[in-house]
């Protein structure tokens, strides 16, 4: 399925990774400073500026200085300055005046045998000539000439040299011309012309923060996790019938929760739930109630593409919040592979639905009382090695058709259908399923995976959940979330609002039915 950009949720999410952006532009900076600082040498320039003439012969007369006809020669003269044969001269004196050692610093060198044997070290011409500016002034017949190497001096004894051999070689090459000079003193600069340190160190810095900004976009583009409840709908043409928020950052750095699962396992009977969160539960009662409202059976299942997606603490809290309604309720933790029911209620597991089924305890003996009113829980019981086969037998379907008589709603915590399909061989013999997605974890394909399955075993397919939404990160599409939070809050400070508070003063034991 295509993805549509949003220039607004990009620039809302660079805005949230700016701390990150931030961070990476300021390490590159100072990292751009020192390397600068460090490991890049300075560099000197020194320049002078020579002065064309030329000597042309009209009739008899001679003409001199002629400065119209002096600029016509000045590109054959910066021509004739960068020739091999100058910067070879001009390099035997730099080598005669400071040595090789000296100028093996600034020049790149090279040796060579003359035809009598003798070898010798001199500059190559190309370095020299790359370390030179020669470039005419703008409507003058002035040339600037200007060297920049790491010595100051050497700097300053290039543009010397080169101005005091540029008359002999000029008119060797041009015949009628030659240069002149303001005055004979090249001075030499101490201070550094380069590196400049504050630009490359802010130019590290711009770097860094445009690389980690366009990896963000580009992560996220790539990113085809679930992380909008219109993609589901659009998708696959089924209602969403909730949408769960994630806990508040600061709440999780107060209790200290470090791991997803025990984020995921907290449900409404926890009296710091936010206020928000207990409404998107009750958002989630009603359109169930809705959903199941025309399906005379009373059994459905909740279940997840994957592990840790939190269809668990769904179903606890979609059972918490039909028995608050007044619904006589039974929760069933049928994962017969990885029990979390008894640990979110905290109850006993010694005997459970794998009991019932194998007929090892009876069906009042396995279903035990909750602090909420109106709310049973049959755990998982002994983890069995046959769970397919325990929930595909005779014994399970009477034991679903038994308990929907008793009970208003019977809910059943199953296995995500992507790692297991015990669930869906119950087929048309239950209401339906309920699918739970995580925000940013569960992908299109596991998502697309998991409605063929329920379609392939001819289970109806009541709805989706979007669990886990992170309001932060779509300000923008699940704005509406930030009133319902500083709102829930004014309510709590009231000492009103949730009803999931005064639940937790519950304390009743329900007597067992059968």
């Known amino acids: 399925m295509e993805r549509e950009i949003d220039l607004r949720e990009l620039a809302l999410l660079l805005w949230r990774k700016i701390w990150l952006i931030a961070i990476v532009g300021i390490v590159c900076f100072v990292a751009g400073f020192l390397w600068t600082k460090m490991f890049i040498p300075k560099q000197y320039s020194s320049s002078t500026q020579i002065y064309a003439q030329s000597t042309f012969q009209e009739g008899n007369d001679t003409a001199t200085n002629d400065i119209s006809k002096s600029k016509q020669l000045i590109n054959t003269y910066i ?40 070898t010798s070290t001199r500059i190559k011409e190309s370095s020299l000539r790359s370390s030179l500016s020669i470039t005419s002034v703008t409507d003058t017949n002035a040339i600037r000439i200007k060297a920049t190497t790491k010595d100051p001096e050497v700097s300053a004894a290039v543009c010397s040299e080169l101005r005091a051999q540029a008359n002999r070689f000029i008119a060797d090459a041009v015949k009628l011309g030659g240069v002149r000079f303001i005055n004979n003193d090249v001075k030499i600069n101490r201070g550094p012309v380069a590196p400049n340190t504050k630009k490359k160190a802010l130019l590290a810095g711009l770097a860094g923060a445009f690389l980690v900004s366009f990896l963000i976009i ?37 209790k200290k929760i470090r791991d997803i699962d025990n984020e995921q396992r907290r449900t409404l009977m926890d009296k710091d739930i936010p206020f928000y969160v207990v409404e998107s539960c009750k958002s989630l009662r009603t359109n169930v109630n809705f959903a199941l409202s ?11 593409a994957n592990p840790s997606e939190g269809k668990s603490t769904t179903a606890a809290n979609l059972a918490i919040t039909m028995a608050e309604s007044g619904k006589k309720v039974l929760l069933i933790d049928a994962d017969l592979r990885k029990n979390v029911q008894n640990r979110i ?33 049959m755990t998982s019981g002994p983890l069995p090695p046959n769970p397919s086969e325990l929930l595909a037998s005779r014994q399970a379907v009477e034991l679903f058709d038994f308990l929907s008589e008793i009970y208003d709603l ?51 397919l009541v709805g989706f959940v979007l669990n886990g939404i ?45």
């Open 410 to 460: 019977v809910i059943i915590d199953s296995p995500p259908i992507c790692v297991a399909t015990d669930i869906l061989t119950l087929g048309d013999r239950i209401a339906g399923i309920l699918l739970v997605f995580r925000y940013g974890m569960t992908t299109e394909d596991e998502a697309s995976e998991a409605v063929k399955r329920v379609e392939l075993a001819n289970m109806n």
């Open 294 to 304: 025309t399906n005379d059976k009373k059994v459905l299942a909740v279940s997840s």
């Open 470 to 514: 992170d309001v932060k990160a779509h300000a923008g599409y699940y704005s509406r979330y930030s009133k319902y939070s500083s709102y829930g809050q004014d309510e709590n400070e009231s000492g009103e609002g949730s009803n999931a508070s005064s639940a937790n003063s519950q304390r009743q034991q329900v007597r067992r039915k059968a």
């Open 218 to 254: 580009v992560l996220d583009l790539l990113d085809n996790t679930v992380k909008s409840t219109e993609m589901l709908s659009d998708k696959f043409k089924k209602p969403i019938l909730g949408e769960i928020q994630n806990i508040d950052e600061a709440q999780k750095r107060k």
């Open 345 to 377: 209620f905290h109850v006993k597991n010694e005997k459970g639905l794998s009991s019932v089924i194998s007929r090892m305890h009876p069906v009042e003996e396995c279903i035990q009382a909750t602090s909420i009113d109106n709310l049973h829980i």
């Open 79 to 118: 021509e004739v300055l960068k020739d091999d044969a100058v910067m070879k001269s001009v390099g035997d004196e730099l080598i005669k005046q400071f040595g090789s050692v000296r100028m093996g610093e600034c020049f790149a060198l090279e040796t060579v045998t003359d035809k009598d044997g003798v």
